[in-house]
């Protein structure tokens, strides 16, 4: 990264990218040195530095765009962007052929963040792993150096606003001229398409399902969407609606 120089705490770097995953599943196991994806508040609690950037927006399009910003799907194809997802370390071909997959799906995109990508799924989402679209590992080394420069900027949110401004300045100014909406609001403006959503069911490892009941040229479907909260789960079940409605 040109713009930011790590001095005080190398060594966090050296923990964010060999990032070991088992061979037995996609992401159902890892280790890192230290858990500094947790410490990326400058880019989850960054509400106050868009809202600065971009006036004149209304409270519930600001938070609009803070979801299209904030995200797995935006982070991970930011780090494909750079380059970056070359130098995780892991030892997992099926993750190594979902990683692969995704970049060439940016690269034919000409790396564009766009509705497309932001209805993507990653195995957050999903009950099935080979639907994956987007592999989480991917947004949370991209969380990790957000993370690694909060800490060695003696955790100055300026700093790392300043850093991660030049890397997402773009989509920033795409999206704050036509703010992305997020997949249920999505849904509930497709004409035609009458979504409901059912009860929330759980599963044994505490992940929340909901199904989602919709019409696709007037013929009723049937999807369910998983998340670790019934917000999260409705929003995974609309990414999939409206995947079957794009198509």
């Not at 957000?146 to 060695?152: E, K, S």
Request: hydrophobic residues 45%.
């Amino acid at each position: 990264m040109t713009w930011f120089s790590i001095q005080k705490t190398k060594y966090l770097v050296i923990e964010i990218f060999p990032e070991y995953f088992l061979a037995s599943g996609v992401g159902s196991k890892r280790t890192i040195g230290i858990t500094i994806h947790y410490l990326t508040s400058p880019l989850c609690n960054s509400s106050n530095l868009i809202s600065s950037i971009c006036k004149g927006l209304t409270p519930g399009l600001l938070t609009d765009l803070r979801a299209a910003l904030v995200n797995n799907n935006t982070f991970a194809s930011l780090l494909v962007r750079l380059g970056l997802h070359k130098f995780i370390l892991f030892i997992n071909q099926k993750l190594q052929a979902y990683i692969d997959r995704f970049v060439e799906f940016l690269e034919d995109k000409r790396y564009q963040i766009d509705d497309e990508v932001l209805i993507l799924l990653d195995e957050d989402e999903l009950l099935l792993a080979e639907q994956l679209d987007v592999p989480k590992a991917l947004g949370d080394v991209f969380e990790a150096l957000a993370g690694a420069v909060y800490l060695d900027s003696g955790k100055d949110l300026k700093t790392v606003w300043r850093v991660f401004h030049k890397i997402m300045w773009n989509e920033l100014e795409l999206f704050s001229q036509n703010v992305p909406k997020n997949s249920v609001k999505r849904l509930y403006e497709w004409h035609g398409a009458h979504p409901q959503f059912g009860n929330v069911m759980l599963t044994q490892n505490s992940k929340v399902i909901v199904p989602l009941q919709f019409l696709m040229n007037g013929v009723p479907k049937l999807v369910h969407g998983c998340g670790a909260n019934k917000m999260m789960a409705k929003k995974a079940a609309a990414k999939l609606a409206l995947r079957f409605l794009d198509s």
